[in-house]
């Protein structure tokens, strides 16, 4: 299986240089590139799996979306409220919720922006530079990758999320109340008794908040995906390269 060699020599080209990975294995540019996106597209397809499934955000310390730091008023004075702490939680299900929703429109974004990378860019991104980013680097990042989609797809994350959010928003939350419906019971509530405690009323934007925060997640995840290819591309080899790899570079028997 000539190919699978080239292929975990490929692999082993995001721990070291193209001169090695040419010496050894032979490979062309053009294989080079297809190995490194069908490589963004495992690590892509992971994140994307991983965020939108249910509690994905939820559940997940590092992801999950609080309320912004508008709102901190209100967190730490929710004990003033009747039924306060349950209104909370209820806001904090239905944002991560909706980041949930939203995720899984990543996936077809993701590999647009990789199935149209150049030779060059590819080659860039495996020596660890970001070839979207204005502001140039000759330091190596191992995230190299993923600021690269950022670069390349934020603004078409950004509509794509803020349509599913904001309808998530609005869904019904418990009965027939919704994420907007607890969120505005909970900031009236709390803006009742703000002047008494002598703090300001809130007034937040949960949409574009929420569309910011759960893209900062997708994109954390993404970049731990990234990492973990460049750190133990033997590993990941052996686990991938069945079942994904195999479609790009095939077999020869």
Known sequence: MRRMLALALFVL???????????????????????LKTALEVGTDSSV??????????????LKILLPPEADVIVKNIGSVPGGN?????????INRSAEDAAKSAGPIFKSSIRSLSISDALAILKGQNPASKKKSLSFDSTA???????????QLVEAFSVP??????????????????????????????????????NTSLGNYATERALQGLFLKVGEEEIKIRRDPWKWVTTTVGNILTKVFGSNS
């Open 13 to 35: 080209l995001l721990n070291s240089s193209c001169a090695l990975l040419e010496e050894e294995g032979g490979l062309g540019d053009n294989e080079i590139a297809e190995g």
């Open 49 to 62: 799996f991983k965020t939108s499934a249910v509690d994905g955000f939820y559940k997940d310390a590092a």
């Open 86 to 94: 349950q209104l909370l939680e209820n806001v904090y299900l239905r």
């Open 145 to 155: 990758a993923t600021q690269y989609l950022k670069s390349t797809c934020d603004t």
């Open 165 to 202: 959010i904001n309808q998530s928003l609005d869904k019904d939350l418990v009965g027939t109340m919704s994420t907007n419906d607890a969120w505005s019971d909970l900031s009236s509530a709390y803006n009742l008794v703000a002047p008494f405690i002598g703090k300001p009323k809130v």
